[in-house]
C-alpha cells in the first residue's frame, strides 16, 4: 500500500484478555517499529526488527508484550493478559534501510476496561 | 541514553506571527534530529530532520530548524502562523545503533492558532 497501516484502528478489550494488533508496513520497508502513546505524553518505543528479527526489544514494558515478523513483513504486537495501564494508542512505524527516516501509521487506539 | 526536552507544553500564537517551538536534546553522540507534527486522530507526520548536513533545515509547510551544537537546540520556527498548524508537535533524537531509527521523543508541544 501507499503508507503504512494499522489495524484495528480502535479496539476495546476488557482487562486480563488477550489482543493482538497488526501492522502492515510500507512495501519494500525492512526496518519495522512500535511505539506506545500515553495520553498526553510523546511516542514511546517499543521494539525495532530489521527483517524478520527483533533487533532491538529493550522498550517493551515486561512479558506481557510481545511482537513478531515472521516474513519479515506484517508485524503483529501481542499483549496478554491486558491491564487498565496498557490503554493508549500503539503506532507502527516503517522505514526504507539504513538511518532512514521513519513513517508512522494513524496507530490502533487500545483502550483496556 | 539520549532525550530532548520540549519547553512549554502549549504555545498560542496569532495568525501571522512568528511560531517558535523549543527542543533541548541530550546525546553522547552527534544526534540526528527531528521534527514530527501530528494532527487530530493522525499519525505523526515528518516536517524535517537534521543528520549531520547543513545547520539550517527547511522542512514542509514553510518549517524550519536550526542545530546549535554550542546550545544544545533544535528549535522548530515557522516566519507567519496559519490556522493550518494548530496541531502538536514532537522534537526526536535518533538512536542510529545497528543503522535503525529508533526514536526518543519529547513530549510533545501544542501549538494553538488564534485569529
Known amino acids: 500500500g501507499a503508507g503504512v497501516s494499522q489495524t484495528p484502528s480502535n479496539k476495546v478489550t476488557e482487562k486480563g484478555k488477550y489482543v493482538e494488533l497488526r501492522c502492515d508496513p510500507i512495501s519494500g520497508h525492512t526496518a519495522l517499529y512500535w511505539y506506545r502513546q500515553s495520553l498526553g505524553q510523546g511516542p514511546e518505543f517499543l521494539i525495532y526488527f530489521q527483517g524478520t528479527g527483533a533487533a532491538d526489544d529493550s522498550g517493551l514494558p515486561n512479558d506481557r508484550f510481545f511482537a513478531v515478523r515472521p516474513e519479515g513483513s506484517v508485524s503483529t504486537l501481542k499483549i496478554q493478559r491486558t491491564e487498565r495501564g496498557d490503554s493508549a494508542v500503539y503506532l507502527c512505524?516503517?522505514?526504507?534501510?539504513?538511518?532512514?527516516?521513519?513513517?508512522f501509521g494513524q496507530g490502533t487506539r487500545l483502550t483496556v476496561v | 541514553a539520549q532525550s530532548v526536552t520540549q519547553l512549554g507544553s502549549h504555545v498560542s500564537v496569532s495568525e501571522g506571527a512568528l511560531v517558535l517551538l523549543r527542543c533541548n536534546y541530550s546525546s553522547s553522540v552527534p544526534p540526528y534530529l527531528f521534527w514530527y507534527v501530528q494532527y487530530p486522530n493522525q499519525g505523526l507526520q515528518l516536517l524535517l530532520k537534521y543528520t549531520s548536513a547543513a545547520t539550517l533545515v527547511k522542512g514542509i509547510n514553510g518549517f524550519e530548524a536550526e542545530f546549535k551544537k554550542s546550545e544544545t537546540s533544535f528549535h522548530l520556527t515557522k516566519p507567519s502562523a496559519h490556522m493550518s498548524d494548530a496541531a502538536e508537535y514532537f522534537c526526536?533524537?535518533?538512536?542510529?545503533?545497528?543503522?535503525?531509527?529508533?526514536?526518543?521523543f519529547g513530549t510533545g508541544t501544542q501549538l494553538k492558532v488564534e485569529l
Open positions: 512505524a516503517s522505514g526504507g534501510g539504513l538511518n532512514t527516516e521513519a513513517f
Open positions: 526526536a533524537v535518533s538512536d542510529r545503533a545497528g543503522g535503525g531509527n529508533k526514536l526518543t
